[in-house]
C-alpha cells in the first residue's frame, strides 16, 4: 500500500514532504479500493436490474397475451375499444418500468478524506513492506 516506511519519518515522525507523500499514498490507496468495490457493485446491481428486467418482460407477456386472447373473441364494439385501450396502457406501463429499471443502472462509490495528522512511528521492522 505505502511501500517501504524507512526514510519516512525522522525521530519517529512523519514531517513535511514525507507527511505529504504518505497522505497523498493514502488517497491512491483508497481511490483504488473505491474503484474495485465500484466494479463489484455494479456487477451485483447489473444483476439485480436484469433480473427485475426479465420479471417485468415476462409479465408484460402474459398480461398483454391474456387481453390479446379476450380481443379476438369479443364482438361489441366498447369491449374492443376497451380491450385496445388495455393493451395500450399495458404497454406503456411496461415501457414506463423499464425506463425506471434502466435509470437504476448507475452505481456510485466515493470517499472523503476524513482525518489527517501526524503519525509517531515507535518500531519498524525491517522486513516490514507494505503493499
Known amino acids: 500500500m505505502f511501500g517501504s516506511l524507512k526514510g519516512f519519518y525522522t525521530s519517529g515522525y512523519l514531517i513535511g514532504e514525507k507527511f505529504d507523500q504518505a497522505k497523498?499514498?493514502?488517497k491512491k490507496y483508497a481511490a483504488k479500493f473505491r474503484d474495485q468495490?465500484?466494479?463489484?457493485?455494479q456487477?451485483?446491481?447489473?444483476?439485480?436490474?436484469n433480473a427485475r428486467l426479465t420479471a417485468l418482460e415476462q409479465t408484460y407477456q402474459i398480461k398483454s397475451s391474456t387481453v390479446q386472447r379476450y380481443l379476438e373473441t369479443a364482438?361489441?364494439?366498447r369491449i374492443v375499444r376497451m380491450r385496445k385501450a388495455q393493451l395500450r396502457n399495458?404497454?406503456?406501463?411496461?415501457?414506463?418500468?423499464?425506463?425506471e429499471?434502466?435509470?437504476q443502472r448507475d452505481v456510485s462509490v466515493s470517499f472523503s478524506l476524513e482525518l489527517a495528522g501526524?503519525?509517531?512511528?515507535l518500531h519498524v521492522p525491517d522486513e516490514i513492506e507494505l503493499q
Open 43 to 49: 456487477y451485483m446491481n447489473d444483476a439485480l436490474v
Open 101 to 103: 429499471f434502466e435509470n
Open 75 to 77: 364482438t361489441d364494439t
Open 118 to 121: 501526524l503519525v509517531r512511528i
Open 90 to 99: 399495458i404497454e406503456a406501463k411496461y415501457l414506463n418500468s423499464v425506463q
Open 24 to 26: 497523498t499514498n493514502a
Open 37 to 41: 468495490r465500484e466494479l463489484e457493485m
